[in-house]
């Protein structure tokens, strides 16, 4: 059996509890290839105008799909108590029903950690069902997909790139696939955790916070390969890097909880990074039509501010030009870099204008 997971959205998080899942139940996951123009293309043409820029990738990496027996696109509702993830993940699969190709069968579980482990496993014993599967094997494969979920996400708050860490998850599967004599799959062995450059101040490249969406910063076509860009120019450091606990503590102190997962952990980053003294600017790429960006941005903004880091706003949709994003990158770093070089971390010309100054 092959299961068609599309590389947009959900891709860039989940994945890796996915691909465990379903290795374990013997199920092959089939991923739609990087996005391309066509696929981007074919996204606009199925996805709602009003919708933002992932789900209409989304739409299109459903349609590139091919040779499979299902498309996989499962309803996450809440990853961790006192939380939702954004409402239009709620709204899927049914809002991304038109851009599935006709006769193709749509699996589909709620995740919903709000009401608990036990519900979630009730969930996911009815997706067994579906596909054939015990209760007995469903657990394993729950107990799998936990695990390399957190051994990824280990891996992230070592410092590892996103491609790394799922090249290794697919190593991983393909050997044990390759030969039942070979154990099971030991993931992102043992390596030095990488040390950012900054920790020890040895470099005078300098160092970039890009906050967002991971499906937004580790989605090159979209972006504009804006990480690649910068990764030339500087040392990057990103939201999903950070790691729980320094994103709870930098929570403290708001004086209303944010209730969307994904926005929460980019608030909590984005503060961190704006009180890091090693981090010398932010960028925070959002998307036209994102309603919880609009608001986060706005708090990760005033957060630069009283820190006086300079802060720059890129603002993705599917009519971006290369052109555009490149002058304004330039013109960011080389404002930072001359702050950097030149003025020291207060400004010359008093703190009012300082205020004003952090953004371009
Ligand atoms: S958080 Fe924003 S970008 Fe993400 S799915 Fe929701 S509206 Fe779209």
């Given at each position: 059996m092959r299961i068609g997971f599309p590389r947009a959205l959900y891709y860039f998080d989940h994945f890796p509890f996915w691909a465990g899942f379903f290795?374990?139940?013997?199920?092959?996951?089939?991923?739609?290839?990087?996005?391309?123009?066509?696929?981007?293309?074919?996204?606009?043409?199925k996805a709602n105008d009003e919708t933002c820029l992932p789900l209409k990738l989304l739409a299109g990496h459903i349609q590139a799909l091919k040779d499979v027996d299902w498309i996989f696109l499962p309803r996450i509702v809440s990853v961790e108590a006192n939380t939702y993830t954004c409402p239009k993940f709620l709204g899927i699969p049914e809002s991304l029903?038109?851009?599935?190709?006709?006769?193709?069968?749509?699996?589909?579980?709620?995740?919903?950690?709000r009401k608990g482990k036990r519900q979630v496993l009730k969930e996911l014993d009815f997706l067994g069902e579906q596909l054939g599967k015990s209760r007995s094997d469903i657990r394993k494969a729950f107990s799998k997909g936990l695990e390399w979920q957190k051994k990824y996400q280990d891996s992230m708050g070592a410092g590892w790139n996103f491609e790394e860490s799922i090249l290794e998850l697919k190593q991983?599967?393909?050997?044990?696939?390759?030969?039942?004599?070979?154990?099971?799959?030991?993931?992102?062995?043992?390596?030095?955790?990488?040390?950012?450059?900054?920790?020890?101040?040895?470099?005078?490249?300098?160092?970039?916070?890009?906050?967002?969406?991971?499906y937004l910063t580790q989605e090159s076509y979209a972006n504009l390969n804006l990480l690649k860009r910068l990764r030339e120019k500087a040392d990057v450091e990103l939201v999903q890097n950070v790691h729980h606990e320094e994103v709870e503590s930098h929570l403290l102190g708001l004086r209303k909880k944010i209730f969307w997962s994904h926005s929460k952990q980019i608030f909590g980053a984005g503060n961190k990074f704006a009180g890091d003294q090693r981090v010398d600017g932010i960028i925070y790429l959002t998307c036209f039509g994102c309603g919880t960006d609009s608001m986060v941005q706005e708090l990760v903004s005033r957060k630069a501010r009283e820190h006086h880091k300079p802060y720059m706003v890129v603002t993705l949709d599917e009519h971006s030009g290369e052109a555009g994003l490149v002058t304004r990158l330039e013109a960011f770093l080389d404002m930072v870099e001359r702050r950097k070089v030149h003025e020291?971390?207060?400004?010359?010309?008093?703190?009012?204008l300082d205020r004003d100054s952090n953004a371009l």
């Amino acid at each position: 059996m092959r299961i068609g997971f599309p590389r947009a959205l959900y891709y860039f998080d989940h994945f890796p509890f996915w691909a465990g899942f379903f290795h374990s139940l013997d199920i092959e996951v089939v991923t739609s290839p990087p996005t391309h123009r066509q696929i981007m293309d074919q996204g606009l043409k199925k996805a709602n105008d009003e919708t933002c820029l992932p789900l209409k990738l989304l739409a299109g990496h459903i349609q590139a799909l091919k040779d499979v027996d299902w498309i996989f696109l499962p309803r996450i509702v809440s990853v961790e108590a006192n939380t939702y993830t954004c409402p239009k993940f709620l709204g899927i699969p049914e809002s991304l029903l038109p851009a599935v190709p006709q006769g193709m069968p749509v699996l589909t579980v709620t995740m919903n950690w709000r009401k608990g482990k036990r519900q979630v496993l009730k969930e996911l014993d009815f997706l067994g069902e579906q596909l054939g599967k015990s209760r007995s094997d469903i657990r394993k494969a729950f107990s799998k997909g936990l695990e390399w979920q957190k051994k990824y996400q280990d891996s992230m708050g070592a410092g590892w790139n996103f491609e790394e860490s799922i090249l290794e998850l697919k190593q991983a599967a393909k050997n044990s696939a390759e030969s039942t004599k070979v154990p099971a799959p030991i993931l992102w062995k043992e390596r030095p955790t990488p040390q950012f450059p900054g920790d020890a101040q040895t470099t005078d490249r300098l160092r970039i916070a890009l906050v967002g969406h991971s499906y937004l910063t580790q989605e090159s076509y979209a972006n504009l390969n804006l990480l690649k860009r910068l990764r030339e120019k500087a040392d990057v450091e990103l939201v999903q890097n950070v790691h729980h606990e320094e994103v709870e503590s930098h929570l403290l102190g708001l004086r209303k909880k944010i209730f969307w997962s994904h926005s929460k952990q980019i608030f909590g980053a984005g503060n961190k990074f704006a009180g890091d003294q090693r981090v010398d600017g932010i960028i925070y790429l959002t998307c036209f039509g994102c309603g919880t960006d609009s608001m986060v941005q706005e708090l990760v903004s005033r957060k630069a501010r009283e820190h006086h880091k300079p802060y720059m706003v890129v603002t993705l949709d599917e009519h971006s030009g290369e052109a555009g994003l490149v002058t304004r990158l330039e013109a960011f770093l080389d404002m930072v870099e001359r702050r950097k070089v030149h003025e020291g971390y207060v400004s010359a010309y008093g703190e009012r204008l300082d205020r004003d100054s952090n953004a371009l």
